[in-house]
């Protein structure tokens, strides 16, 4: 069986020989990255974390929107919106930002199947419903969550995000938030998960 932090020192290896993925954090099995600015300038990020239980657990959890406000920084609320069908639905999320006007966001979330579990695609949808004046409207964000099996009891959850937020934000809090929101969320996304259901 490969150990949790082999598996992850390894999997820290293959990024750096395939993709310009800078290590943020290294701390209580979460790893987190930044990449290379893209054309709009916005730098991605890459969050890893290897937890207890089974991918189907995991893919219950993260896909269970209304439970975001327990552990997404800021988000106060969210609210399905539409399922088109069994893999794919629409849901609002509204954040109660600090200093800067609210945001709020809209996102189609695909679900599938995979040989090692699952992945989930986060895409943004701006004009799904019509625009709340009280809130910023985000329209620039991925997500692309992976879910695989690791030993007998153990899955290794991988997310890629991109966002801009949008509005009058200083770079130097864009750049703080890139580096140290990651690895809170995925903190507070290991205990939401110990704690599920209890």
């Given at each position: 069986?490969?150990?949790?932090?082999?598996?992850?020192?390894?999997?820290?290896?293959?990024?750096?020989?395939?993709?310009?993925?800078?290590?943020?954090?290294?701390?209580?099995?979460?790893?987190?990255?930044?990449?290379?600015?893209?054309?709009?300038?916005?730098?991605?990020t890459?969050?890893?974390?290897?937890?207890?239980?089974?991918?189907?657990?995991?893919?219950?959890?993260?896909?269970?929107?209304?439970?975001?406000?327990?552990?997404?920084?800021?988000?106060?609320?969210?609210?399905?919106?539409?399922?088109?069908?069994?893999?794919?639905f629409?849901?609002?999320?509204?954040?109660?930002?600090?200093?800067v006007?609210?945001?709020?966001?809209i996102?189609?979330?695909?679900?599938?199947?995979?040989?090692?579990?699952?992945?989930?695609?986060?895409?943004?949808?701006?004009?799904?419903?019509?625009?709340?004046?009280?809130?910023?409207?985000?329209?620039?964000?991925?997500?692309?969550?992976?879910?695989?099996?690791?030993?007998?009891?153990?899955?290794?959850?991988?997310?890629?995000?991109?966002?801009?937020?949008?509005?009058?934000?200083?770079?130097?809090?864009?750049?703080w938030?890139?580096?140290?929101?990651?690895?809170?969320?995925?903190?507070?996304?290991?205990?939401h998960?110990?704690?599920?259901?209890?």
């Amino acid at each position: 069986m490969i150990k949790p932090m082999a598996f992850l020192l390894s999997f820290a290896l293959v990024l750096g020989a395939s993709e310009p993925w800078v290590l943020t954090k290294d701390k209580n099995r979460i790893s987190t990255y930044i990449g290379n600015p893209g054309q709009n300038g916005l730098r991605p990020t890459r969050s890893v974390m290897a937890v207890s239980g089974s991918p189907e657990m995991a893919l219950k959890v993260i896909l269970d929107i209304a439970s975001y406000p327990r552990w997404i920084p800021y988000c106060e609320s969210t609210k399905m919106l539409d399922r088109p069908n069994d893999s794919t639905f629409f849901y609002y999320q509204f954040m109660d930002m600090p200093l800067v006007k609210n945001r709020d966001l809209i996102v189609k979330v695909i679900s599938s199947k995979i040989a090692s579990g699952y992945s989930i695609t986060m895409r943004v949808a701006p004009d799904h419903i019509p625009v709340d004046e009280d809130a910023v409207r985000i329209a620039i964000f991925t997500g692309d969550y992976t879910i695989e099996q690791q030993g007998t009891d153990s899955t290794l959850i991988t997310f890629d995000n991109m966002v801009d937020p949008d509005g009058l934000i200083p770079d130097f809090v864009l750049n703080w938030a890139s580096r140290s929101q990651p690895f809170k969320t995925f903190s507070n996304l290991k205990e939401h998960m110990a704690n599920y259901g209890k």
